[in-house]
């Protein structure tokens, strides 16, 4: 995976209607975008942009998120969003401590530049990755990338 950035993170977001915000204190260990199809659902039909941040780098600091996990899977991811607007903004994996954090969700998202692109394997033609960037067909455990 991609290495840690050094640069210094206080980020803030929330949901659409303001109901649940949170804080970004610590610097993404990845940035990316995620073309599998599961995150092509939560999308509406686009990758999903996410910064993968530390658990001591992120607070929820206004009202509490709703949580889903799909009950017909054996590892199923938790997706917290707003119970009132239905705003997705973070996953968290059950095979690590690491949050998922949606960037769309964030107050200032125009700073954001992905450094890898991963499932790009499951990725409609119409999905763009921006040149340069290592792209994965599937989660780059392995280091498969084209």
Do not use: N
């Not at 239905?86 to 996953?91: A, D, K």
């Amino acid at each position: 995976m991609a290495a840690r950035t050094t640069e210094k993170t206080h980020e803030a977001g929330g949901c659409y209607c303001g109901a649940v915000r949170y804080a970004v204190t610590a610097p993404a260990l990845v940035k990316g975008q995620c073309h599998c199809r599961a995150c092509q659902h939560i999308a509406g039909g686009g990758p999903q942009y996410f910064m993968l941040i530390p658990p001591d780098g992120f607070a929820w600091t206004k009202g509490q998120p709703a949580r889903f996990a799909r009950a017909d899977l054996d590892q199923p991811v938790t997706r917290f969003f707003c119970a009132v607007c239905g705003t997705h903004m973070v996953t968290q994996r059950p095979d690590q401590a690491a949050l998922v954090v949606k960037v769309g969700t964030l107050d200032d998202p125009s700073r954001f530049r992905p450094h890898v692109a991963i499932c790009h394997g499951a990725a409609p033609a119409f999905h763009s990755v921006p040149p340069g960037i290592p792209v994965f067909e599937g989660l780059p455990v392995g280091r498969e990338g084209r």
